[in-house]
T-cell receptor, first 113, second 112 residues
Framework: AQSVAQPEDQVNVAEGNPLTVKCTYS??????LFWYVQYPNRGLQFLLK??????LVKGSYGFEAEFNKSQTSFHLKKPSALVSDSALYFC???????????FGAGTRLTVKP | EAGVTQSPTHLIKTRGQQATLRCSPI?????VYWYQQALGLGLQFLLW???????NRGNFPPRFSGRQFPNYSSELNVNALELEDSALYLC???????????FGSGTRLTVV
């Protein structure tokens, strides 16, 4: 089955600085990759996805992610962090052969003023 | 367009009881997914229903079960509740494999 690893439980950045949240994946075929964000006591909100095409994917709220097939990574990035970006971020991979999605353990991003 | 709706928002049960959680997907979505989010454990895949059939289940005991109705809404049942079943249960729906999931706000189940 497909799997995702988010190696950092916590990422702290200062407002205005660039941020990166790391994700690596394992899947048997071509991956469908996703990033979601979760605010306190809420469900997950979709940020962006990679299915095929350009390796750099742009999503909501100024976030982007780069698909790197050789490193099996899909890191989430933003050039300038905002305090309001503070939340829990989940990377997910979907194997199109079995259709269900598996999530990483999540990374808590804290942006300090 | 209405999003994915889950009910109830909160549910308190005692150990040994049964809990029933409900989910209505976005109109047109035929697949419904259930996840458990326990404190500090991320999202654990529970069940996937599509067109009324169970398509896959995660590594959970049989007392976690569910069904999908003809209108594509879904129910998650947890029997013989244990304290460690306390978690946020999230339902999601999707249109197909190329699409992401749309999540509901979840049901917070507390077992006392």
């Amino acid at each position: 089955a497909q799997s995702v690893a988010q190696p950092e439980d916590q990422v702290n950045v200062a407002e205005g600085n660039p941020l990166t949240v790391k994700c690596t994946y394992s899947v048997s075929g071509n991956p469908y990759l996703f990033w979601y964000v979760q605010y306190p006591n809420r469900g997950l909100q979709f940020l962006l996805k990679y299915i095929t095409g350009d390796n750099l994917v742009k999503g909501s709220y100024g976030f982007e992610a780069e698909f790197n097939k050789s490193q099996t990574s899909f890191h989430l990035k933003k050039p300038s962090a905002l305090v309001s970006d503070s939340a829990l971020y989940f990377c997910a991979v979907r194997d199109p052969n079995n259709n269900d999605m598996r999530f990483g353990a999540g990374t808590r991003l804290t942006v300090k003023p | 367009e209405a999003g994915v709706t889950q009910s109830p928002t909160h549910l308190i049960k005692t150990r040994g009881q049964q809990a029933t959680l409900r989910c209505s997907p976005i109109s047109g979505h035929t697949s419904v997914y259930w996840y458990q989010q326990a404190l500090g454990l991320g999202l654990q895949f529970l069940l996937w229903y599509d067109e009324g059939e169970e398509r896959n289940r995660g590594n959970f005991p049989p007392r976690f079960s569910g069904r999908q109705f003809p209108n594509y809404s879904s129910e998650l049942n947890v029997n013989a509740l244990e304290l460690e079943d306390s978690a946020l249960y999230l339902c999601a729906s999707s249109f197909g494999a190329n699409y992401g999931y749309t999540f509901g706000s979840g049901t917070r189940l507390t077992v006392v």
